[in-house]
């Protein structure tokens, strides 16, 4: 994977071989770091580079900050002006992956969240596809549990729970898989290792509500408005029972590396006839055309980066 050329470090942008921390990094012994992770889809038409929704994930990432106790000045706006600054001295005319981060800072032995430094992170990369199997993923139950609100809260992106995601990720994908679906404690379907999830049923699409501890995916947000606006689909947020996605007619998992893949089987059951459903392929196509500042009806979504 190509390494940055800059990263926005300790208040202005380096060179990205002097953004370091040291290993006594409060952040890195404790997990007491968030982050967040957006994209930016390059229009070839337009030679524009279009950031999805970075008000929305900035405004995330300090929702998490504020969890983990820290205090910035920034806001969406001002994150979002560095972050453009960032992308054109990067020069980037392809898609990007962005990497905000906000961690405690300071060198110490302690696990609190109080009385500890906090600063802030931000780089940018070249990215295409995550999940490379997006057409037709299979996907397996992980025997290992999504983390709790009340243990580490989800709708954070803390970094110390992602622990628990890579669990489930190395397990799945070293079982054969190309991603697995997470129960929650109470044995309903939270989400994939880093992807929300979505099922069709009947028509329906449905997929688990904000306190069954799940990300707050934006992607997750933005297809249930596409998929009701644009396709006049019925959109229900309600627990999912594991049986259930061995019958739907559809099943999906959206994010912001993953976008809208499509899974095809289940613990080798397949999911409707075993071919990406029909509602999935539309969702990938409006989503795709949105994304790069195509859909008229979203434009709102759309943050240009070159003037
Ligand atoms: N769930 C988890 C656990 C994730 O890490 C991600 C990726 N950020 C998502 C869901 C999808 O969220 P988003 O659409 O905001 O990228």
Redo the contacts with the bound molecule.
Sequence with gaps: MALPNFAYFEGQIVPYAEAKVSVLTHALNYGTAAFG?LRGYWNAEEEQLYLFRPLD?FK?LLNSAKMLCMEFDHTPQSLTEITIDLLRKENHRQDVYIRPLVYKADEGIGVKLHGVRDAISIVSLPFDRYVSNDTNAHVTFSSWRRVDDNVIP?RG?ITGA?AN?AFIKTDAVRAGFDEALVLNQDGHLS??????IFMLRNGVLITPPITDN???????RSVMELAAQELGLPVVERSIDRTEVFICDELFM?????QVTAITRVDYRNVGDGKMGTVTAQLREIFDQTVRGKNPNFKDWNTPVYA
Excluded: P, Q
């Design positions: 992770g994930h995330r989800a992106k992602y995601s989400e994939g290792s880093a992807e929300n799940v990300l707050e995916g934006i992607t997750r959206t994010g912001t590396a993953a």
